[in-house]
């Protein structure tokens, strides 16, 4: 392990302006294909502080002071006051500040390339053909932002930005790099004393601050990798998150030293805390010497993570899933899957039961995890297309959803929905595995590949166990309705879930 060029720089900078690191008990090191990494140079007990963060450390809309030279009203007339736009803005100012910067010597440690999806060719994009990652990486709605509101805000304050470095530090390409920094790197620091769901001021006087969830880093996704509670920095429950996707990003900080930590999957063993001045990073288990300081970035699934941080997570998996890869991985499956394929058996009007569905799902996908369980809503779906029409006028007088129960009736249209959504992919998981072989793969495309096997993985083992569960059925379902008589109403005169 080898200390990086750059890192002694860095320390100096971070206890020249009143950070604390023992360094008897850490150090900083690359490890490969891992980047910068915190070492423990010593066995540390749990519950010890590594390192102390002073709050005006931190770099957010809070502590830079380009939003008070730019003036509030015109930061609000440009826009810069919802999503990220302000926030990236005061990271390019920061930087080109250069040494005038406070965060000079944090900004120049800090990555200009990245592996995530943002930054990958054509070519590479089309091997996330089928997973979760395609639709989300939001390069154009980025791009969008800058256009519209930081290149007019630029202009407009040529003292500010003046034109001589524009294209270092002001160009769509840097927009991205610092959007990317926050995106991988940042934490969610909110004010000492403030209640969980209490707004600031900055969110009294500007309401619609927080509603930019379109943009390419949507301020759940940084919400939900580090919330704090109770005095705490942790990742949330991305599932818990719904309500509060509408987010301060005034909150949202680069933390220095802080993200100097990697993620694992379940190997967190420090966390960071936050007290009135400062944030403390401590540990939370026994460590080691020579063990990595591992944080967490929330244990999310690959897709999720190559899209944010650009690599993946490959442990040991937990039955029904056997062999490696991530056992947070989930995979996606859209409704409009299911009414395609249930369109053919459907009963009465599709169309209708589809809108009414609509207003009253949680969402117009579905998420199956790795117990190759079949999303009860997905089954409730198919149960709804396939009922009789005296059946479904009962249930919509009754404002019910059917409930998401396996039986004969919706296998066999599970099953083509798996085997459906297999097909979105332009490979098979034998030939997937096969490549993974290859030991001269660049890392985006061995990546790509990564997620990939996870999704289809979980989605064999789910077809697997729908198969046979059929096969115990006792063969054609279709037949077994035939002989049981009209087909019942899965749901029906039993309380639904709304
Ligand atoms: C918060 S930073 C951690 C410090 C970083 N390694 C560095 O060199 O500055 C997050 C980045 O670290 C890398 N990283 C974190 N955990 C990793 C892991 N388990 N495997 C590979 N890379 C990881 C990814 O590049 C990610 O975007």
């Known amino acids: 392990m080898a200390q990086s060029d750059s890192t002694p720089a860095f320390l100096t900078w971070f206890t020249e302006h009143d950070g604390i690191m023992d360094t008897s008990s850490m150090l900083l090191a690359i490890v490969p294909g891992h980047g910068r990494a915190a070492i423990a140079s010593r066995d540390i007990p749990e519950g010890y502080t590594l390192f102390e963060i002073p709050r005006g450390l931190t770099l957010s809309l809070r502590t830079s002071s380009l939003p008070e030279k730019f003036g509030i009203s015109a930061w609000r007339k440009h826009g810069l006051h919802q999503g990220w736009a302000g926030l990236i803005l005061c990271m390019m100012w920061e930087e080109s500040l250069q040494e005038l910067s406070n965060w000079s010597g944090y900004l120049s440690i800090l990555p200009s390339s990245f592996d995530t ?8 994009l089309a091997e996330l053909k089928g997973t979760a990652v395609v639709d989300k990486i939001g390069r154009g709605d980025a791009e969008r932002d ?3 509101k930081v290149t007019p805000a630029i202009r407009s304050r040529l003292d500010l930005f003046p034109p001589n470095v524009h294209d270092k530090f002001f ?3 840097q927009y991205h790099v610092m959007g990317s920094r926050i995106l991988s790197r940042s934490f969610r620091v909110e004010p000492w004393g403030k209640e969980e769901g209490e707004e600031d001021d900055e969110e009294e006087d500007g309401a619609e601050a927080n509603t930019s969830t379109d943009n390419a880093m949507d301020v759940d996704e940084l919400v939900e990798r580090r919330h704090p509670e109770k005095g705490q920095l942790e990742p949330e429950e991305a599932s818990d998150e719904e309500d509060d996707e509408i ?3 005034a909150d949202i900080a680069m933390v220095p030293m802080a993200d100097m930590l990697n993620a694992r999957f379940e190997s967190e063993n420090a966390k960071l805390f936050y007290e009135e001045e400062v944030l403390k990073m401590i540990t ?3 460590i080691q010497a020579g063990e990595q300081i591992w944080n967490t970035y929330g244990d999310l699934p690959n897709s999720d993570l190559l899209r944010r941080y650009g690599h993946v997570d490959v442990v040991t998996l937990r039955p029904p899933l056997a062999g490696e890869g991530n056992p947070a991985d989930v995979v996606e499956i859209r409704a409009d899957l299911v009414v395609e394929t249930v369109s053919s058996r459907a009963q009465g009007n599709v169309q209708n039961r589809v809108d009414w569905w609509l207003e009253r799902a949680d969402d117009d996908a579905f998420v199956a995890e790795s117990d190759c369980e ?7 779906l198919v149960h709804l297309l396939l009922l009789p029409e005296v059946d479904w006028l009962k249930l919509h007088a009754q404002e019910k959803l059917p409930k998401g129960k396996l039986t004969p009736e919706v296998l066999p249209v599970v099953i083509e929905v798996l085997q459906r959504r297999l097909t979105a992919y332009p490979t098979s998981l034998e030939e997937d595995v096969t490549l993974l072989e290859d030991p001269t793969l660049s890392t985006n495309k061995r990546n790509a590949i990564v997620v990939r096997v996870g999704e289809k993985r979980i989605l064999q083992c789910t077809l697997e166990r729908i198969q046979a569960l059929q096969q115990s059925a006792g063969g054609n379902p279709d037949k077994k309705r035939k002989d049981t008589g009209p087909t019942r109403h899965p749901g ?3 309380k639904s879930r709304r």
């Open 146 to 148: 800058y256009h519209e």
């Open 247 to 249: 987010e301060d990003t």
């Open 492 to 494: 029906g005169n039993k």
């Open 171 to 173: 160009s769509v390409e």
């Open 374 to 380: 079949v999303p009860k809503e997905l089954i409730s």
């Open 117 to 124: 999806p943002m930054f990958w060719s054509e070519e590479e």
């Open 284 to 286: 939370t288990k026994e």
